[in-house]
């Protein structure tokens, strides 16, 4: 947990340092699984992010009363869709999910290229 580089890293090993523990009344919790573009590699900051425009748009354009929304990254720079599904189903169903965008595919593909069983990697 900490800074690094562009990223901030919250208690529970993922780009977004807010608490996850017990969602708030009226939170919608979306989760972005992935690799480097789900985490952001080369943004700025978090707030430059795909989940941190994203959160932003949802809240300014499809906020009501009483509701918010949470983006979180939950991806890491080179995870294959195997990553993701071992993460999602060890850890993710703990935070309480209501919607989980996989941004999944490249990483698959350019390690299978390279003959690498995505399945084990």
Do not use: C
Request: glycine share 14%; net charge neutral.
């Amino acid at each position: 947990p900490g800074r690094t580089a562009n990223a901030t890293i919250g208690a529970h090993q993922l780009r977004d340092a807010r608490p996850l523990a017990g969602k708030a009344p009226g939170t919608v919790r979306v989760f972005l699984t992935g690799g480097s573009t789900a985490y952001g590699s080369g943004a700025p900051d978090d707030a430059r992010t795909i989940a941190g425009y994203l959160e932003r748009a949802l809240n300014e354009q499809a906020g009501a009363p009483g509701r918010r929304f949470e983006v979180v990254t939950a991806g890491f720079p080179g995870w294959t869709s195997t990553h993701e599904l071992l993460w999602s189903t060890l850890h993710l169903v703990a935070y309480e999910p209501d919607v989980v965008v996989a941004l999944s595919g490249h990483n698959d593909v350019h390690w299978g290229m390279l003959g690498i069983d995505v399945r084990w990697f």
